[in-house]
């Protein structure tokens, strides 16, 4: 079965400063990886996803991923944040780009002026 | 990037009513559509697989004869809540899925179902 962990529920950073989101995941073949944003009461918007290639993958709003499947890892990373970053993040794993995905509890990030 | 509309995308009903909620595909054609659901504070959890033209794959624990689900046309799905209940009150969430853009699923902005 797959399944995704982000062990922080929480974050607060200060704007301007570096961020990075964790996520481990769970699946028995190569996985599909994607990264969502989600602000109160909206849809979720995809800031980038990985299928295969070059393991950093590159996102909107500054956004970047690194895949490593020694650690079963895909980590969201910002080298400087902004105040409108403040949403909720969600990592999710699929079997392909069309399947079903399974979504992990997702970070709540705080952004400090 | 693709467009997945709900709507409505508010909606207040009083218990032992039915609620019908719809998620379209604005500029492409959506072989698939996933309905999602999502608690307050918590994860969207699959309810159900939606494939255009056949019935619909329900998770395990999702009441199929509760969440009703239609996928009529390419562009067009619908989830009805049959008789709805207090603890149905959550924010359903589509996305879609089509041949062309097949880069990834689209979601919708999300439906917030509140029942008295």
């Known amino acids: 079965a797959q399944s995704v962990t982000q062990p922080d529920i929480h974050i607060t950073v200060s704007e301007g400063a570096s961020l990075e989101l964790r996520c481990n995941y769970s699946y028995g073949a190569t996985p599909y990886l994607f990264w969502y944003v989600q602000s109160p009461g909206q849809g979720l918007q995809l800031l980038l996803k990985?299928?295969?290639?070059?393991?950093l993958v590159q996102g909107i709003k500054g956004f970047e991923a690194e895949f490593k499947r020694s650690q079963s890892s895909f980590n969201l990373r910002k080298p400087s944040v902004h105040w409108s970053d403040a949403a909720e993040y969600f990592c999710a794993v699929g079997g392909t780009n069309a399947g079903k995905s399974t979504f992990g509890d997702g970070t709540t990030l705080t952004v400090k002026p | 990037g693709a467009v997945v509309s709900q709507h409505p995308s508010w909606v207040i009903c009083k218990s032992g009513t039915s609620v019908k909620i719809e998620c379209r595909s604005l500029?492409?054609?959506?072989?698939?559509m996933f309905w999602y659901r999502q608690f307050p504070k918590q994860s969207l959890m699959l309810m159900a697989t939606s494939n255009e033209g056949s019935k619909a794959t329900y998770e395990q624990g999702v009441e199929k004869d509760k969440f009703l689900i239609n996928h009529a046309s390419l562009t067009l799905s619908t989830l009805t809540v049959t008789s709805a209940h207090p603890e149905d009150s959550s924010f359903y969430i589509c996305s879609a899925w089509g041949k062309r853009p097949s880069d990834t699923q689209y979601f919708g902005p999300g439906t917030r179902l509140t029942v008295l």
């Open positions: 500029d492409f054609q959506a072989t698939t």
């Open positions: 990985y299928f295969s290639g070059d393991t």
